[in-house]
């Protein structure tokens, strides 16, 4: 049985779940003494591919805005997923307590909500997302302006692997 459903919408309600993964792939890398998100405000982009359950590959896009809290312990972003065969508009809210991260989620159009958690330090996160019907594991590596992220999961949408820059 599938989570999502079948077609697009099912892969579109997967990706929200794919694309909240995401959300937390610039929360820790580049840490600075002022707090764990700092550094991060501003635009972000990248791209890279998606593993479909029925064996299939699509390219992403992703652009997402950043704006670091002032206290430096919380990170509210706006994201922007596209494949070939979906888009989605999602919304965070992200904190940090020490080297825990967590935080909540939400894809307006859709009705979609979950929430984030796990740890952050030394240029690594991993994370669990969820939501209803929707788990993944993320582990972000950081080497210098280079974020790699890589996603599991057993629904709908298997992987994901994207590679982003700021600027």
Not at 29 to 47: K, V, Y
Request: hydrophobic share 35%; proline share 1%; with cysteine.
């Amino acid at each position: 049985m599938k989570l999502f459903g079948s077609g697009l919408f099912g892969q579109a309600v997967a990706a929200a779940g794919v694309g909240a993964a995401l959300l937390l792939s610039v929360s820790a890398g580049q840490a600075q003494s002022s707090g764990p998100f700092a550094g991060f405000d501003g635009s972000w982009s990248g791209s890279g591919t998606v593993a479909l359950s029925n064996g299939t590959t699509e390219h992403i896009r992703r652009k997402a805005d950043y704006k670091v809290t002032a206290t430096g312990m919380g990170l509210k972003q706006n994201l922007h997923c596209a494949s070939d065969s979906y888009k989605f508009d999602l919304s965070s809210d992200v904190t940090s307590q020490g080297d825990r991260i967590s935080g909540n989620w939400s894809e307006k159009s859709r009705n979609i909500f979950g929430n984030l958690q796990g740890t952050a330090g030394a240029g690594q996160i991993d994370v669990f997302v969820e939501a209803s019907g929707f788990a993944a594991n993320l582990n972000l590596r950081t080497n210098g302006t280079k974020q790699v992220v890589q996603i599991d999961s057993k629904g709908e949408i298997r992987g994901v692997t994207i590679t982003m820059t700021k600027g």
